[in-house]
């Protein structure tokens, strides 16, 4: 069975960037299991699987902008520390939801700490890194109606959210 919308996909990877640094990988645990043409995963991942069916490996290079975007400096900025509200000990890498400027909520990381300035990034932490990818394809099978009405993969005996 050939990879394609409304096709539920499992696939071993193992994401590098390109200093070959392992991202993220799914060796040890169970393959990414997700629902084809459903927006799931990256654009460029997605388009590069299209067509191919079980057994199947591939190396793929997804440039940012087929994965997380380019990395933009207006996502970066500098707020008073009493913006963070209720919480007692800020330190960088803390990851808070913000109201993006089109209304969207977004994650934010604090990438610094200066007295009460506090710098906030919104770009995603892969922004503007192509990504690397090693994958195998481990199963293609139909996906269920339920499954594409919400839009995902619903685990083992049924749906888990």
Same mark, same amino acid.
């Given at each position: 069975m050939l990879i394609a919308a409304k096709k539920a996909v499992s696939i071993d990877y193992t994401l590098t960037n390109d200093a070959g640094e392992v991202i993220d990988s799914s060796a040890g645990g169970a393959p990414l299991v997700y629902l084809h043409g459903a927006g799931n995963i990256i654009p460029g991942l997605e388009k590069a699987l %299209? &067509?191919? #069916? #079980?057994g199947d490996e591939l190396d793929v290079a997804v440039e940012p902008e087929d994965a997380y975007g380019e990395y933009l400096a207006e996502l970066v900025s500098t707020l008073n520390r009493s913006m963070f509200e209720g @919480? $007692? %000990?800020l330190e960088v890498g803390m990851q808070f939801h913000a109201s993006a400027p089109d209304g969207q909520m977004q994650i934010v990381t604090i990438r610094d700490l200066d007295g009460d300035d @506090? #710098? @906030? $990034? &919104?770009?995603?932490?892969?922004?503007g890194q192509r990504l690397n990818f090693k994958v195998k394809v481990v199963n293609v099978r139909d996906a269920s109606e339920e499954e594409v009405a919400h839009g995902h993969v619903h685990g083992e005996g049924g749906h888990h959210h």
């Open positions: %299209e &067509g191919k #069916t #079980t @919480v $007692d %000990e @506090v #710098t @906030v $990034d &919104g770009n995603h932490p892969l922004a």
